[in-house]
């Protein structure tokens, strides 16, 4: 892990160097003016600065977010620059990386408060009539710890929430991003959450409390039972490896029939670096075979190593991804690190869909907008 890290370090200041001596020999210093040398290094000792705090966890939240924004918005436009101006002209090089630092600029300053509704379908065999059209409405990846500053967003995300009059919502994980007091101050906020079967909740990465300055077993410990108090506080059923089962009668011929659906909610399940504390199995318990089940899981790669062709769970709802909080047309970063990122997957009976979440550590967000997600059950006709 050590020397994977200080590969990507050297790589990094390799990509963030080079194209500053680059532009600078070529175009800013022969003849140049001496304020303009100095001041042409200022954003990169800036970036390399916020590298070494965010690494050292120095004022983590503004570090990081200062380090990913002049990244975003100084270092990529200069690497693209100094690799087309090699193909067209330096002016349209020139154009193109001003068009790349515009779109960044709008993530961080509007993109983040573009909340859009999607709307999907599962059909399956398994789901009981009494179920046909049950909606229910996904929210993920609220990193709510980002938005301390900006509290609007919580009472506006939550009102669109409430405008959907979903049967049940859930949130797959992510409510902080690194201490479980950042949720206290949007508590009452997000008590106004409702649905006609109630809120189910599961741990995310972030939910740990692994990533702050304090890295101790009885640290992280106690913010989880915190988080786990303040969710309950706010009308939130963690399920920690359980499960729930949500009935409804129906009438057949003047008898009354009862029928369910099982909701699963595992704890966190993904490859290194990432927390794996999820037990599959044990959330499972005795839940009958042909019954329809919902499956919460926070990382989707879950769905194709441990759900996919190894459980009859019909559908499975993860977010984790963010769809790298950029998205332009069909292509998002995520397609580099994971199969399935976003959106709605099936695969014979089983159907996964990935939410790219509501925020992030850093609050940025093009194409990728925040998304607050409704799927539609309906059964499937034989």
Same mark, same amino acid.
């Given at each position: 892990?050590?020397?994977?890290?200080?590969?990507?370090?050297?790589?990094?200041?390799?990509?963030?160097?080079?194209?500053?001596?680059?532009?600078?020999?070529?175009?800013?210093?022969?003849?140049?003016?001496?304020?303009?040398?100095?001041?042409?290094?200022?954003?990169?000792?800036?970036?390399?600065?916020?590298?070494?705090?965010?690494?050292?966890?120095?004022?983590?939240?503004?570090?990081?977010?200062?380090?990913?924004?002049?990244?975003?918005?100084?270092?990529?436009?200069?690497?693209?620059?100094?690799?087309?101006?090699?193909?067209?002209?330096?002016?349209?090089?020139?154009?193109?990386?001003?068009?790349?630092?515009?779109? &960044?600029?709008?993530?961080? &300053?509007?993109?983040?408060?573009?909340?859009?509704?999607?709307?999907?379908?599962?059909?399956?065999?398994?789901?009981?009539?009494? &179920?046909?059209?049950?909606?229910?409405?996904?929210?993920?990846?609220?990193?709510?710890?980002?938005?301390?500053?900006?509290?609007?967003?919580?009472?506006?995300?939550?009102?669109?929430?409430?405008?959907?009059?979903?049967?049940?919502?859930?949130?797959?994980?992510?409510?902080?991003?690194?201490?479980?007091?950042?949720?206290?101050?949007?508590?009452?906020?997000?008590?106004?959450?409702?649905?006609?079967?109630?809120?189910?909740?599961?741990?995310?990465?972030?939910?740990?409390?692994?990533?702050?300055?304090?890295?101790?077993?009885?640290?992280?410990?106690?913010?989880?039972?915190?988080?786990?108090?303040?969710?309950?506080?706010?009308?939130?059923?963690?399920?920690?490896?359980?499960?729930?089962?949500?009935?409804?009668?129906?009438?057949?011929?003047?008898?009354?029939?009862?029928?369910?659906?099982?909701?699963?909610?595992?704890?966190?399940?993904?490859?290194?670096?990432?927390?794996?504390?999820?037990?599959?199995?044990?959330?499972?318990?005795?839940?009958?075979?042909?019954?329809?089940?919902?499956?919460?899981?926070?990382?989707?790669?879950?769905?194709?190593?441990?759900?996919?062709?190894?459980?009859?769970?019909?559908?499975?709802?993860?977010?984790?991804?963010?769809?790298?909080?950029?998205?332009?047309?069909?292509?998002?970063?995520?397609?580099?690190?994971?199969?399935?990122?976003?959106?709605?997957?099936?695969?014979?009976?089983?159907?996964?869909?990935?939410?790219?979440?509501?925020?992030?550590?850093?609050?940025?967000?093009?194409?990728?907008?925040?998304?607050?997600?409704?799927?539609?059950?309906?059964?499937?006709?034989?």
């Amino acid at each position: 892990m050590a020397k994977n890290m200080i590969f990507f370090t050297v790589i990094f200041v390799v990509l963030l160097l080079v194209p500053d001596i680059y532009i600078a020999a070529e175009y800013i210093y022969p003849p140049g003016i001496v304020w303009l040398k100095i001041a042409w290094w200022i954003p990169t000792v800036l970036t390399l600065a916020c590298f070494v705090l965010a690494n050292r966890e120095i004022w983590h939240n503004t570090s990081i977010r200062l380090f990913i924004g002049l990244v975003l918005c100084v270092a990529l436009p200069k690497l693209l620059f100094t690799l087309i101006q090699f193909i067209v002209s330096p002016w349209i090089a020139l154009a193109l990386s001003a068009a790349l630092v515009l779109v &960044f600029v709008y993530g961080f &300053f509007f993109g983040w408060r573009r909340i859009v509704v999607k709307n999907a379908i599962c059909t399956s065999k398994l789901l009981p009539k009494s &179920f046909d059209g049950y909606r229910i409405l996904q929210l993920s990846d609220l990193h709510i710890g980002t938005f301390k500053a900006n509290p609007s967003f919580i009472k506006k995300l939550v009102k669109q929430v409430n405008e959907q009059n979903a049967d049940l919502i859930v949130f797959t994980g992510d409510l902080v991003n690194v201490r479980a007091d950042e949720a206290r101050p949007f508590m009452a906020d997000l008590s106004k959450m409702k649905s006609k079967d109630g809120i189910y909740s599961i741990m995310g990465n972030h939910d740990y409390c692994e990533y702050g300055q304090d890295h101790s077993e009885e640290y992280e410990k106690r913010n989880q039972n915190i988080l786990h108090y303040l969710e309950a506080k706010m009308g939130w059923q963690m399920l920690d490896n359980a499960h729930v089962t949500i009935g409804r009668l129906r009438q057949d011929g003047g008898q009354n029939i009862s029928e369910s659906i099982a909701i699963i909610g595992v704890e966190n399940i993904s490859k290194p670096p990432f927390p794996d504390y999820g037990n599959l199995k044990e959330a499972i318990g005795d839940l009958p075979d042909g019954m329809f089940k919902i499956l919460l899981s926070h990382d989707p790669s879950h769905w194709r190593r441990g759900v996919l062709n190894k459980t009859d769970i019909a559908l499975t709802l993860s977010g984790h991804t963010h769809a790298g909080q950029l998205k332009i047309g069909k292509f998002s970063p995520s397609k580099w690190a994971y199969n399935e990122w976003g959106g709605k997957y099936t695969e014979g009976d089983s159907m996964l869909y990935v939410s790219t979440g509501i925020g992030g550590t850093v609050p940025f967000r093009f194409g990728a907008w925040p998304e607050i997600n409704v799927i539609t059950l309906r059964c499937k006709k034989s």
